[in-house]
Each structure stands twice: as C-alpha cells, then as structure tokens.
C-alpha cells in the first residue's frame, strides 16, 4: 500500500500546512527552498536528537542550495532556560544569519518552543519550519505557534506567538522513540479525545491506536487547527486546550521539571479537574474514572504525590492567573469543555476530593 501525504491547512494570521509523511525529513530542504528565500538556514536541536537525524536534514537542505549551520543543546526540560536561548542568539549572530534566513526546529517539545522563541524575538523574528520527532511534538506542540521557555518560577512563563511556515511531520521518527516518549504523547492525545471528540476519545478505549499512528496525528493536528485558526492568540476557545495543562504545570513545577514529564503531569492534571468538576457539578459522573482508566491504558499515571494545597499554591504563578482569579478548564462530559474562572483563593478547595 502506497503512504500517501496527508496535508492539513492551518489558516492562521499568517497561513502554514502540516505535511504528514513516512520519509518526509528528507524533503525539508525541499519544501525550504519553496516557500523562503533564505540562503542560510540554522538548524537546533538536542543531544537526543542530532545523533539520529541532524545529518540527514542537512544533507536535505544543503542538496538544496542552503548554507548549514547547526546548534546542539543537551536534551531534556530542564535547558528550556534564558540562559540556552542566549547560546542560541550567540550562534545565530556568529553563524551572520540575516532576517530572511530561516531556522529549522529537530527535535520534541523542548526543542520546537526554544527554536520558535529563538525565531521569533532574534533580529524581531524570522521565518521557521517545525520537524517534530517525538510523540507529543507531532500532535500538539509544533502546531499553533505557542513558542517559549522556563523560568524557576514556573513553566512557559517567557514566550511569543510566532507561527512557523511549514510542519513536517514524520511518523517513522516515532520508531526510534523509548516507550516513556511515547506515553508522554498519549497525555496530550487523550486530551484531544477529552476537550472536543468523543467518538475519537471512545476509539482510543476501544483499541491500541498506536498501530495507526497516521490516523491519530492528523485527527489531533486538525482539532488544533480548527481552534487555532478560531483563536490564533488565546483569547477563548484556545484556553480549552490547556485541560489538564494547569494542575499539571504545577505537578511539573513541584517535582523540578525532572521525573515526571510533560504528558504524564497533564494526565494527571485531567484526572484531578475531572475529579473536581464532578464534585462541583459541572461534570457527568463517571467521568474522571473513564479519563483515569484510559490513562493506565496506555501507561499514564492518573495520581500524584503533591498535596492539594502545594498544587494550589504553585498554581499561582501559571500563566493563565490574572488579577488573582485563574481559568480552569472543565468538561461537561467526555467530548464538551468549558471554562470557567475562579478566584486564585479558591482553587485548594475546588480541587480537594
């Protein structure tokens, strides 16, 4: 059977597509050279990473005409600092890149929110493309144009939206994936299921989607895009992708950004606000345990050691507090979310089940 590109259409501010392909790293040098007229590009990317690919994608691009440059940052959360993007800034200047250049984003979540933030804020913002290899890159973080970094008092607190000019995306890139990587993945994916389908959330109980893994990453791509393409700057609807995402952060913040990752604190986060929403009301019964059951499933944990209270107070300092309220997503059922704001003060007590 013949894998054919799947291509879906962002139409945001400044429109992109999402090119889904087995064998697609090999044309990025190709797709580069179509939509920009860079003579220099600059790749990033991690420790993980470049040893499996980076050749590869400059031998992409150089067989189209660029001139290469490369930066390498070590893997993991915890260089996703001020500090890393000053070495990338550092490189960018020495390496003469110009405002028509472009930078090309190798590697997982980490590494797509450094490298677009690095676009973004240098010389006021150059164009990008996004090659995400892990799980949770190709089906949430690379699309959207959320871009950022760390500060010790919580994550993705410096930031800009700068959407990139392409995404590739390519699936074989998932093979070389430990199976932690790839349930960190499926933390965002249930997500998707969560906040807007129920009928893919269902198919997920149903079956291992992994061995359709095409069909997962286009489905969560295209929700992304529907409501990105809606709420390019998170004025409303977007907050709905962040189920999860604000207990989680804290889960996050109070383990140090190391031993838990990204994808199992939101699972986490979605099982404790589903929890929360039930007992509020807002929430039909039984859904916080069919969350929590499809998070074993696929091996997220569905607990947390963190205490209420200490989850609460390291909430305090996530970027979607304002004026001492913060807006908390919540679902009416699997498949219907909403927001709904409440005051910084409250929020021990509306979490405590």
Known sequence: MIDLMRIVHVSTGK?????????????????????????????????????????????????????????????????????TISKIYADLAEFGMTRKDIIVALGGGVCGDMAGFAAATYLRGIDFIQVPTSLLAQVDSS??????????????????????????????????????FIRDGMGEVIKYGCIKDSAFFESLEAENVLGKIEDVIEICVSIKRDVVSRDEREAGERM????????????????????????????????????????????????????????????LPTTDDSSFAEIAEAARSDKKTAGGTINLVLLTKIGESFTKKIELDRLKEFITV
Do not use: W
């Open 15 to 83: 429109p992109y597509d999402i090119f889904i392909e087995k064998g697609v790293l090999d044309s990025v040098g190709e797709t580069a050279k179509r939509l920009s007229a860079a003579k220099k590009v600059t790749v990033i990317s991690d420790t993980n990473v470049a040893p499996l690919y980076l050749e590869r994608i400059e031998k992409s691009l150089e067989n189209s005409g660029f001139e290469v440059f490369s930066h390498v940052f070590k893997a993991g959360e915890s260089s996703k600092t001020l500090d």
């Open 143 to 180: 699309v959207g144009g959320k871009t950022g970094v760390d500060l010790p008092a919580g994550k993705n607190l410096v930031g800009a939206f700068h959407q990139p000019i392409a995404v590739l995306i390519d699936p074989d890139a998932l093979t070389t994936l430990p199976d932690e």
């Open 240 to 299: 709905l992708l962040n189920f999860g995402h604000t207990l989680g952060h804290s889960i996050e913040k109070l383990h140090g950004f190391s031993g838990i990752t990204h994808g199992m604190a939101v699972a986490v986060g979605m099982v404790m606000i589903a929890k929360a929403g039930e007992k509020q009301g807002y929430t039909e019964p039984g859904t916080a345990e069919r969350i929590a059951l499809l998070c074993k499933k696929y091996g």
